[in-house]
């Protein structure tokens, strides 16, 4: 499995960025894909995540209303669009992957072991 981040960048406050994460090297059409943010010193914070089989959902508190993750079929891609950023919302992005179609019960989790990764993509934010 292979996910590739792209789409970061610096904005200032009530901008908006759409991160993508694109995938490869799947066995099925039917896995979980969940964003997750990282600054140092704190601990990962899931925010949104989908099932590109079902294309379920589910946000954390601080991204419903504002992120919004979609899927892209052809382009094997998930895509997080981000809208009204905050100072608060810099950091590193991560998305990461997992065949257990429930698996975004678990988006808020910290001991979730996510069995593919992506390098990340980096939003910083100024006020």
């Known amino acids: 499995v292979q996910l590739v981040e792209s789409g970061g960048g610096s904005v200032h406050t009530g901008g908006s960025l759409r991160l993508s994460c694109a995938a490869s090297?799947?066995?099925?059409?039917?896995?979980?894909i969940v964003w997750i943010r990282q600054t140092p010193g704190k601990q990962r914070e899931g925010i949104a995540c989908?099932?590109?089989?079902?294309?379920?959902?589910y946000y954390a508190d601080s991204a419903r209303g504002r992120f919004t993750i979609s899927h892209d079929s052809v382009e094997h891609t998930v895509f997080l669009q981000l809208t009204n950023l905050q100072p608060e919302d810099t950091a590193n992005y991560r998305c990461?992957?997992?065949?257990?179609?429930?698996?975004?019960?678990?988006?808020?989790?910290?001991?979730?072991?996510?069995?593919?990764w992506g390098q990340g993509t980096q939003v910083t934010v100024s006020s």
């Open positions: 090297g799947f066995i099925t059409n039917d896995y979980t």
């Open positions: 989908i099932n590109v089989g079902d294309l379920s959902t």
């Open positions: 990461a992957s997992d065949y257990f179609r429930g698996a975004c019960k678990y988006t808020e989790s910290l001991s979730y072991f996510w069995t593919g």
